[in-house]
Structure formats: structure tokens, C-alpha cells
């Protein structure tokens, strides 16, 4: 374990790493940053999914890869040569990290894809079958890096040099395996010179952006502002925000959009300022089981998360009604465009995911 005050750039670090030798994950520890840069192993299937549950590694690209790992080792201590013995091991540590949690479809995505590994190849022996999930697991995470690649292509053709970009939660390198979905434009943007002025929204309760986003951004030299949750319209209206790239977890049929709570108020006000709003989404976001907006379960949280947690004190009265819902849909019709690696998708919504998803599947 590597603990330290940050004496190393946060950039240097992999998000989520597969130790197979030492049949563990590692992961940045996500609730100790900014303060504290630390590796954690995981290695049972209670640490995985408390790992995911707990926020130590989240945003839905990252979850998927932590879960893609996660059943491999899982799969790998199961000790029989039977196929039908191992599958229903393997389904049964499925559902269990499946149920860490509930918006992000790129868990049950990750998960799903191992499983049809398995049943694509349930004639071979079980150690091939464990194999070929390694194979697949590794898989997930380098399609994620040029998934987000892309993505920070297609981005950067709806933005310009010296333009201010808003963003919400941590949809950065911390939530991928590289370059983030909503910060790849910036990153890519920055390699190349257009010196982008972002604003992070600061994310209350669990500050994804002001402990996630802001370190990040900063920590390769991009010119990050931190503003609080309630300032996006105020630097809308005074006009120095072009363009609004927020990532999500979840993009139902029609366009409508599950990402942390708050993204839908910011639409609402980039609407209400004429700026666009962007959706940047890894095709494997996109959930046509999904119809609407209305199907996607949205995580409720603990009332703690509001009430204690960033402070020494308690911040609200004891026995206080506390709702706290970690994600909020945000309406396709404020959104422009949704950023995925096959191109961007426009409304209506309903054709156009489903043109990208057949440039995936071609
Ligand atoms: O609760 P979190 O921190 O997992 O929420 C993360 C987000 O809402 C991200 O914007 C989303 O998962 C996309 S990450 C590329």
C-alpha cells in the first residue's frame, strides 16, 4: 500500500489496476483525495463491492472496470473443473457485485460482457473459460481508454481555443482508465493549445468536483476554476462559459440522461443562457432497455453523506428529513448533443442512439 502527501502527480496514477499475481485490484482510494494519494488492494468480493459502494473507486466507466476485474478473480478462486458448477459460482458473484450500485450501467455492462464469456465457451474447461475472462477483463479497460479518446476527439470539434467550459461531478480521469469522457475534450484540447478556462462545479454532498475534478484538471496544468454549485448560472450569464460537458451514468432510449445530481439544474440554467449542453457517453452508457428517464433507478444515499461528512462539526440539526439522491435525470430536451465514441447524437434521440449503436455493432 502507497500512502503519501502527494508528493507524485496525480496523473501518473492508474485509476484501477489488475495485480493478477497478487490476485488483487489496486485503486486510488477516492474518498481520501485531495489530500492524500493511497493505493488499496482489493481482493475478497466484499471489498470489491464496498469499494463501489463506498465511492472509493466510482464514475461509471471505472466502476465497469473495477467490476470487469473483480468477477475475473472472483471467477478465478472458483475451485471446480465443472462448468455448470463454476457458472452458477460465477452468477452468484455476479449479482452480488452487481447490486453495489444501481444507476451506473456500466456495472451490470462490464459484468454482463464477462458472463457471456462464459457462456460463449462453456465447452472448454474452466481453466481456459478463466483465461479467456482475464483476457476479457483487460479488454474492458484498454477499450475504455480509447472509447474516451475518441470521445475527447468528437468533443473538441464543438468547442474552440480560449473558450470556458463547465462541468459537474468528476467525469474525469478518475471516473476512466485515461482522459476522462466529459474532461477528454479539455485534455486533449490542451495538448493541442486551445488553453480551455473550465469551471468545476464544486458537487455537494460527496464534492466529486472540487476534491476529484479540480485536482485533476490542476494537476495537468489546466486552468481550472472551482465555483460552488449555485454559481453555474452566474458565470453563464456573465458569459464565460461556451460549452457545458458534463459525463452520465446512465442514457436511457430517448435521450434522457442520468448523471450526479445537480447536472439537470445546470441544464436547465445552459438553456436558459443559450449554452450548449453536452453529454459525453461510452456507448456503453447507452441503455435502449431503458425507455425514458422515468425507468432509471436512481440511487438514494445516506442521510450522513449531508449531514456530517467534509466537517468536524455536524452541519444540519439533529433529526433533520434529509433527502439525498446521488442522481438527478436530465430531460433530453436540454441537451445538444450527446458526445459518444462513434460520433455525437442529436434528437431526436431515439433514432440517433440507436445510428451509433449500429456503427458499434457493425
Ligand atoms: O457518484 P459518482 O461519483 O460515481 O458519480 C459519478 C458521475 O456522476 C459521473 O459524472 C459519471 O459516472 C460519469 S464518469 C465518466
Redesign the pocket.
Known amino acids: 500500500m502507497e500512502k503519501g502527501k502527494n508528493s507524485k502527480n496525480i496523473m501518473d496514477y492508474a485509476t484501477v489496476t489488475l495485480l493478477d499475481a497478487e490476485n488483487a485490484i489496486e485503486i486510488i482510494d477516492q474518498t481520501k483525495l485531495p489530500g492524500t494519494i493511497e493505493l488499496i488492494r482489493l481482493k475478497s468480493a466484499q471489498e470489491i463491492w464496498n469499494a463501489i459502494y463506498l ?1 472509493k473507486v ?6 465497469g472496470v473495477a467490476a470487469g476485474f473483480g468477477i475475473y478473480l472472483l471467477a478465478k478462486e472458483i475451485e471446480t473443473e465443472d462448468y455448470e458448477v463454476f457458472y452458477e459460482a460465477f452468477q452468484k458473484q455476479k449479482e452480488y457485485l452487481n447490486s453495489s ?1 444501481p444507476t ?1 450501467v456500466n456495472l451490470s455492462w462490464a459484468l454482463n460482457r464477462m458472463e457471456k464469456v462464459c457462456i460463449a465457451n462453456k465447452n472448454k474447461p474452466v481453466a481456459e473459460i478463466k483465461e479467456l475472462l482475464h483476457k476479457e477483463a483487460l479488454e474492458i479497460q484498454e477499450e475504455d481508454i480509447r472509447v474516451c479518446k475518441s470521445i475527447g476527439e468528437h468533443g473538441l470539434t464543438l468547442v474552440k481555443p480560449g473558450d470556458g467550459i463547465l462541468t ?5 480521469q478518475l ?2 482508465s485515461k482522459y ?3 474532461t477528454a475534450p479539455i485534455y486533449l484540447g490542451e495538448e493541442r493549445g486551445y488553453h480551455f478556462h473550465v469551471f468545476a462545479d464544486e458537487t455537494r454532498p ?1 464534492l ?1 468536483g472540487a476534491r476529484l475534478t479540480s485536482f485533476e484538471l490542476h494537476a495537468a496544468g489546466v486552468d481550472v476554476t472551482l465555483i460552488c454549485d449555485n454559481m453555474s448560472g452566474t458565470v453563464m450569464k456573465q458569459g464565460l462559459v461556451q460549452a457545458v460537458f ?4 446512465r442514457v436511457a432510449a430517448n435521450g434522457d440522461t442520468a ?2 445530481i445537480g ?1 439537470s439544474v445546470v441544464a436547465t440554467v445552459a438553456k436558459r443562457y443559450h449554452v450548449p449542453f453536452y453529454v ?1 457517453a461510452p456507448t456503453s452508457t447507452i441503455d435502449l432497455n431503458t425507455a425514458t428517464g422515468d425507468d432509471i433507478c436512481i440511487e438514494e444515499r445516506p442521510a450522513e453523506e449531508v449531514t456530517e461528512m467534509w466537517y468536524q462539526e455536524r452541519m444540519a440539526p439533529e433529526g433533520v428529513k434529509v433527502y439525498n439522491l ?2 438527478d435525470v436530465t430531460d433530453h430536451d436540454l441537451i445538444s448533443g450527446i458526445v459518444t465514441e462513434y460520433g455525437i447524437a442529436r434528437e431526436p434521440y431515439t433514432e440517433s442512439l440507436k445510428e451509433i449503436l449500429s456503427k458499434r455493432n457493425a
Open positions: 465511492l466510482r464514475g461509471a466507466p471505472a466502476i450500485r451506473a459537474h461531478c468528476n467525469a474525469g471516473a476512466t476522462g469522457t466529459a460527496l466529486q458534463v459525463g452520465c451514468d448523471n450526479k447536472t459525453c446521488a442522481f
